[in-house]
């Protein structure tokens, strides 16, 4: 069973398609809407429901055993160290992928350009009806401000960790992990007790981890049949160019990816992509790397064979940082807004080479303080935006393909974080002899 599954993912996958398709051509009766709400009641509530529970209590374990079983400061910083140095360096060559593309296909200077300048207003005013959800959440980060924001995200960071784990706040998690664990190896043999039973209580919510899996073919066809049924038809004519560079880039940033894969972790494209496939699909499906993170451990440590040790830090911390995929798409995003309507009010901007750089950093920034949910790397652009003095009240123009592209970048995200596993797994030594088996 556990061999096939991931072809009966991918069925799903294709079937949830079909079914998307047939419920697009259908319109918004009752029927589709009924039919839609059902497929959402398994999909969302029962499937990434069923992750969602899993997620943070998978976070804390997996970076606490992780961190006990390292037992010396060296090798904590020595692992943590490297982790940060290739999340920080892969996330800006993704950027910067993203803007070269961006300037030179130049999507937003489309042949309908002073049509839709011309009629922004009345398609501002019908788009922020259609996605009012999004429209509220870039609002309130708009609010917020650069100094508010760099606050909001440290309360995250140092904060009681109960109320981190009951809401989900990876970062909270993550740090009050890694400094009990530190504190852990510090207090010595008094404490090693607790240290197998952090690893058998890790092993347990990967066996749960299995056990929601074995239902995935059939969840992923709902997510995918909701998505498809609701986009609605006609959405792509004139953001097509801004989707296909978004793709172009994606794809060109894999292929990076995989090269590294073969140069610095020594594990071959084909293998390594056979490896995580399931991991890749279930990103694409649910459009969240939280969501993902118990099958991308699963996959990197039983198919790639990487140490526990670093699967368990390396993925948890990289679901939470490492965006590859969301970083690129705020560059692009930016930068095709501005050539669509640079010059209008709250657009007046000329690029030049500094503005491209702030678009640079900043985009590498946002993407680290994106949650690892659906839409919120949308949510996070406005960050960049408000860096180069765009007005927010043009992200509603690229709305209609967000999800589409959330799929891409999502599941950009989670091979971004995998191929981490296995360099870092490399650069540390972790590694046990590489083996022939074939996932
Ligand atoms: N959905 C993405 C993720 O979970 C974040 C984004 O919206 O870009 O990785």
Redesign the pocket.
């Known amino acids: 069973m556990r061999g096939r599954l991931h072809w009966l993912i991918f069925i799903g996958m294709l079937a949830g398609v079909l079914l998307g398709l047939i419920l697009s051509r259908m319109g918004a009766t009752p029927a589709q809407q009924r039919t839609i709400a059902v497929l959402d009641l398994f999909g969302q509530t029962l499937f990434i429901g069923a992750l969602k529970m899993i997620v943070a209590p998978l976070i804390f374990f997996s970076i606490l055993s992780a961190i006990t079983s390292l037992a010396s400061a060296g090798r904590i910083w020595n692992l943590g160290g490297k982790t940060l140095v290739y999340y920080l360096a892969t996330t800006s060559v993704a950027v910067a992928i993203g803007l070269i593309l961006v300037l030179t296909i130049r999507p937003g200077h489309t042949a309908r350009r002073d049509e839709i300048r011309q009629h922004w207003q009345e398609q501002k005013v019908t788009l922020q009806q259609r996605y009012g959800e999004q429209e509220e959440k870039i609002a309130q980060a708009e609010r917020q401000g650069a100094l508010e924001l760099l606050r909001r995200n440290l309360e995250r960071v140092i904060m009681n960790p109960f109320a981190s784990l009951a809401e989900n706040q990876s970062l909270g998690i993550i740090f009050f992990a890694i400094v009990l664990g530190i504190a852990i190896v510090a207090v010595g043999p008094a404490a090693q007790p607790v240290v197998p039973v952090i690893g058998a209580i890790n092993a347990a919510i990967m066996k749960l981890t299995g056990w929601i899996m074995a239902g995935s073919p059939f969840f992923i066809l709902c997510l995918i049949a909701s998505l498809v049924g609701s986009l609605g038809a006609g959405v792509f004519e004139t953001l097509l160019w801004y989707v296909l560079t978004v793709l172009l880039g994606i794809a060109a940033h894999v292929a990076v990816l995989l090269g590294l894969c073969r140069v610095l972790g020594n594990c071959s494209p084909l293998r390594f992509l056979r490896g995580i496939r399931q991991a890749w699909m279930v990103?694409f499906a649910t459009?969240?790397?939280?969501?993902?993170l118990p099958v991308t451990i699963h996959c990197v440590q039983d198919n790639l064979e990487v140490s526990p040790t670093t699967a368990k830090f390396v993925l948890p911390l990289g679901?939470t940082i490492n965006?590859d995929?969301?970083a690129l798409?705020e560059g692009v995003a930016v930068l095709f807004l501005i050539q669509l309507f640079g010059g209008m009010p709250g657009a007046e901007i000329t690029l030049s080479p500094v503005l491209t750089m702030v678009i640079f950093l900043t985009a590498v920034l946002a993407?680290i303080g994106?949650?690892?949910?659906?839409?919120?790397?949308?949510?996070t652009m406005v960050l960049v935006a408000q860096a180069v003095g765009l007005s927010v009240e043009y992200i509603p123009m690229i709305f209609a393909v967000d999800a589409l592209l959330?799929m891409f970048?999502?599941s950009t995200?989670?091979l971004g974080d995998s191929v981490g596993s296995v360099i870092i797994d490399r650069w540390t030594r972790n590694r046990k002899q590489p083996s022939t088996r074939e996932p």
């Open positions: 990103a459009r969240s790397s939280a969501a993902t679901a965006m995929g969301t798409y993407s994106a949650a690892a949910v659906p839409d919120a790397g949308l949510v959330d970048r999502t995200n989670v």
